[in-house]
């Protein structure tokens, strides 16, 4: 990869989740099968080292996709960055077919993203956080052929600055808390879920809540339940109760491949039936066996008449305070107008995540970035931020692409394709290019 601070690369990617390890997985495949024209890449990913969501790494608890939708089968179904290619390194390919189950765990998707990355690991540089993008101090007449990214380290090395031809931006989503309540030692975003919950004794958490009405609620809700037996659990649902996921097979059709065309190069009407009819494959949504475990164990203290697991339906947080060493937790119900009050030793929201922006990180390349009529940014087929002709390098997004690419734009079920498309584009642009330097650097000689 190369670390010279001068050297210019054809690719700068920053965050180093499945979105950009799936971007290195293509680049990496071209370059196998292109020797004689590398792409030159580096990542920068501001954790210690890889990992996701590893705060839901929750026992038991599966993927929503086919383990076929990993980082390069349906790109390349020959590709050694498969599931199971996986499996078979890990001598467990006989007896993953022997579950009949296409969802693997969430803990050996990790892991396999985990084997994935080993080889890649000298592509990324982890404790690095990309700072900013900007243009060079030093361009003079014309458009930039590079930008600057600016490095800091996080392990006390300082700040670099490395040139990019293209950037592919892949910060992840941004955990989504109420306004006014900050998280803290009691207080919880299901993103910290697991860390938060290992500091606490667990004697200690005698009455905890869940606040959400998606899947890492109702997860969370049934973990807490299962660890400790001593609790009483509350689950605060905005809705009269859990929705099922649909994940039949036509409505499942929302997240192919081909539905990335229908919906970009779609109407107004398009868009919004997409998310109208289909929002419910994805979002506020729980899978049936989830919902259906939680509501047998419920059934079952009916029946035991040992009530714990309290479902506060059509109900929100108002407020959370302060009482002695307990959380007060101040709630508004639809069925009943007075507000009520809630003492939890731990508090979990599980309200989601806002889809990424890179406005900030932009900084001052935004001017070059076109907007729609909603003040969005546009963006090309590609993934490629439309940009006036003064800014000619690539800026790609892995994410904050719902407006433009639909449902599955920060998401895992797309990611194999998605990310190839930005390596297809990189690479061809490059040849473009290259093209056009060897037309004029001929003329010139012939001249």
């Known amino acids: ?8 690369y ?40 890889f990992g ?39 001598g467990r390919l006989a007896q993953f077919v022997n579950n009949q189950d296409f969802f693997p765990t969430r803990q050996e998707f990790h ?21 900013a993008i900007r243009l060079p101090a030093e361009a003079g007449p014309g458009a930039p052929e590079y930008v600057q990214v600016e490095v800091r380290s996080a392990a006390g090395a300082g700040t670099r600055v490395v040139n990019a031809r293209n950037v ?3 910060t992840g989503l941004v955990p989504r808390m109420p306004d ?31 606040v959400g009405a998606g899947q890492s609620a109702a997860e969370i809700t049934r973990f807490l339940y299962d660890m400790l037996p001593h609790a009483q659990v509350s689950a605060i649902i905005p809705s009269y109760g859990y929705s099922v996921a649909d994940d039949t097979p036509f409505a499942n059709q929302v997240f192919d491949p081909s539905a990335v065309d229908d919906y970009y190069f779609g109407t107004e009407r398009t868009r919004e039936a997409f998310w109208r009819y289909h929002k419910n494959t994805n979002y506020s949504v729980v899978d049936d066996e989830v919902i259906r475990d939680l509501h047998r164990r419920s059934y079952e203290e009916e029946v035991r008449n040992n009530k714990r697991l ?33 003492d939890v030793d731990a508090l979990v929201f599980a ?58 734009s920060s998401l895992l079920s797309n990611i194999a394709v998605r990310s190839g498309e930005v390596a297809d584009s990189i690479i061809s642009r490059r040849t473009d290019r290259e093209l056009e330097q060897e037309i004029a650097e001929t003329v010139s000689e012939t001249v």
Not at 1 to 8: C, L, N, P, V
Not at 117 to 124: F, G, I, M, Q, Y
Not at 188 to 205: G, I
Not at 324 to 329: F, P
Request: charged content about 25%.
């Open 1 to 8: 990869m190369g670390t010279r601070e001068h050297e210019i």
């Open 10 to 49: 054809d690719v700068v990617g920053i965050g180093f989740g499945p979105s950009n390890m799936s971007l290195a997985v293509a680049l990496e495949e071209h370059q196998a099968n292109v020797p004689a024209r590398p792409i030159t890449a580096a990542f920068f990913e501001r954790q210690p080292a």
């Open 52 to 90: 996701w969501h590893r705060n839901m790494l929750l026992p038991s608890t599966t993927m929503q996709i086919s383990f076929l939708k990993d980082l390069a089968t349906f790109r390349n179904p020959m590709s050694r960055f498969s599931f199971v290619s996986y499996l078979h390194e890990s």
């Open 111 to 131: 892991q396999y993203l985990e084997w994935a990355e080993a080889s890649l690991a000298d592509k990324v540089t982890y404790s690095s956080e990309v700072t």
């Open 168 to 170: 592919a931006i892949s």
């Open 180 to 210: 006014g309540i900050p998280s803290d030692e009691r207080v919880w975003h299901s993103s910290e879920f697991l860390e938060k919950y290992n500091r606490m004794d667990p004697d200690q958490l005698k009455s905890v809540a869940v």
């Open 310 to 342: 309290h479902f506060l339906n059509l109900t929100r947080v108002d407020e959370v305070k302060r009482a002695g060493s307990d959380t007060r937790v101040v709630l508004h119900s639809l069925l009943d107008s007075e507000p009520q009050e809630l």
């Open 351 to 408: 309200t989601g995540y806002d889809t990424m922006e890179p406005t900030k990180l932009l900084g001052d390349l935004d001017r070059y970035c076109l907007r729609d009529e909603a003040g969005r940014h546009r963006v090309e087929r590609d993934y490629r931020l439309v940009t006036t002709s003064d800014l000619p390098v690539g800026i790609y997004l892995q994410g904050g692409t719902e407006h433009t690419h639909g449902l599955s």
